[in-house]
């Protein structure tokens, strides 16, 4: 008997951890389990192909808002060429209404409702040794074939957390992927749009089992482990024990990603969070909304006053990446509201802000009000909503552009010092992007791929139209964008000629190679290779106490990086360091 558990992730570089979890549980019978894991950019031919060449006897489909109609498609053809084999599927995106999906697809022998682990264990005790019959396994939708009707078993009590074994056990096979990982299952919260809040059965992990696997990902030095429970921090010494134990055992390489409500955290956690090496740790935290009226319809407890308090209190640790969310088209929150939001939670400083659109999720609180909020949703995944009482479809499409333009120059991190300039004699950063979107759909650039310096290009553009006045500032500070990220082979265009100060720079690297005291870490190489290996720029921003320029003489070291935004090391040098 031959069983294969197939996930089909949006990207190479994510894995799967529930189809590892299923295997892992079905211990005793893992020599008959083979996982093959897929993503949605390959092509269907390719992974049909593979299926097809593993022959199994059971085909196991993880289904989710991501991957069902490519799922749906596979599963279809699939059965075409496997007639014989038993086709079943679980995961969010069928649990809540097995039937239905059934009688769509009646290639589909069961659904696996809820959670998986043992469910998949008795079902594959059914299929290799005859153990219980369908109907007497909890859990599931069938289809008896033998009376013509879909059946439906009851629900299976959770698992006790401690139950489940550690999924990885060839760690080597998930080098170049995310570590996916979870403490915890079950939600504090009741969030409508979100389907954690249907299981209100908060477990946890013991901390002991915990550490011990925690150790497992230290050893081999994974560069990155996502943990999935929904409100890390909803128990604080489960929380503090987990943060203390990869701060004590820290190698200097893991990075480790937590989802937060910052206004849980106390202080001994902030206080624990100062100690942390920048970069060991990364938070995203769902903010969602700062429209108080909002916040209660959705179900969703915050306070952001004290959100803001911790987020900024973190911001100043220098050391933790922070992930800051906000969801448009919730009831009550229309586009002037939602830009009341964006504003509140841009100057926060979030290294990323991420503007996503509400998704009606099947089974969610959400799903059943949504006539009542006039909200109307694509009728295929993700299922996004398309317009509210409240946010009308063209709306949508001006909040669309400025996500995109908040991705393009915000979150990509490229543009911090000048966006930092025009930040300052901005009073809505919302409509800042609304009038970047604006130019961009008038120009026509949206509908065509752009490459980072063509990015600038387009942005100074904008800039001329948008503030001639401080052009020139401007570009320094886009100039200094470009050397935080890349030494570059070529000058933009735009970029002023550092002719004149030639003969400087190359007597600050011939004294560098002599007695090196600002390039410590490239000593041994000559002035000729030091001039190469790093970048002198001359700049005049900021301007002086009282709006008196003068030359800023900036160093970029390319060697080693800020953890937490990968920009070079920047140095001013003294005018006095530089030659004559």
Known sequence: MKILLAAVNAKYIHSNLAVYSLKAFAGEYKEQIEIGEYTINQKKDEILKGLYQKRPDVLCFSCYIWNISYVTDLITEAAKLMPHTRIWVGGPEVSYDGESFLNKYPQVEGVMV??????????????????????????????????????????????????????????EAF???????????????????????????????????????????????????????????????????IWTYIRDHDNGVTNFHFEIAADLLAREELELMRTLRPGLIQLEIGVQSTNERTIEAIKRKMDFARVSEVVSEVHRGKNIHQHLDLIAGLPFED?????????????????????????????????????????VYQSREPYEVLRTKWLSYDDVLRLKGIEEMVETYYNSGQFSTVLSGIEATVSSPFLFYETLAAFYEERGYFAVSHSRLQRYDIFLEFLMEWDCAHLEEYKERMLYDLYLRENLKSRPGWAKDMGSFRNKIHAFYQREEENPRYLTEYKGYQARQLCKMTHIEVFSFPADTGGKKRERWILFKYKTRDPLTNDAIAIEIPPRELGE
Do not use: W
């Open 114 to 171: 809820g959670e998986g682990e043992e469910t998949f264990l008795e079902l594959v005790r059914h299929y290799t040794e005859g153990k219980k019959a369908l109907e007497e396994i909890p859990g599931i939708v069938f289809r008896d074939r033998g009376k013509g009707q879909l059946c439906r078993t009851p629900s299976r009590e959770i698992l006790d957390m401690n139950e489940i074994p550690f999924p990885y056990e060839k760690i």
């Open 175 to 241: 080098s170049h992927k995310i570590i996916y990982y979870e403490s915890s299952r079950g939600c504090p919260f009741s969030c409508s749009y979100c389907l954690s809040s249907v299981d209100k059965k908060l477990r946890f992990r013991k901390l002991d089992l915990v550490y011990r696997e925690l150790q497992y990902f230290l050893d081999h030095r994974v560069p990155q482990v996502k943990f999935v429970d929904r409100t890390f921090n909803c128990r604080r010494d489960h929380a503090m024990g």
């Open 335 to 375: 586009y002037e509201s939602f830009g009341r939001s964006f504003d509140q939670v841009y100057r926060l400083r979030p290294h990323q802000l991420q503007l996503g659109f509400l998704k009606v999720l099947k089974g969610s609180y959400m799903h059943e009000r949504a006539g009542e909020y006039g909200c």
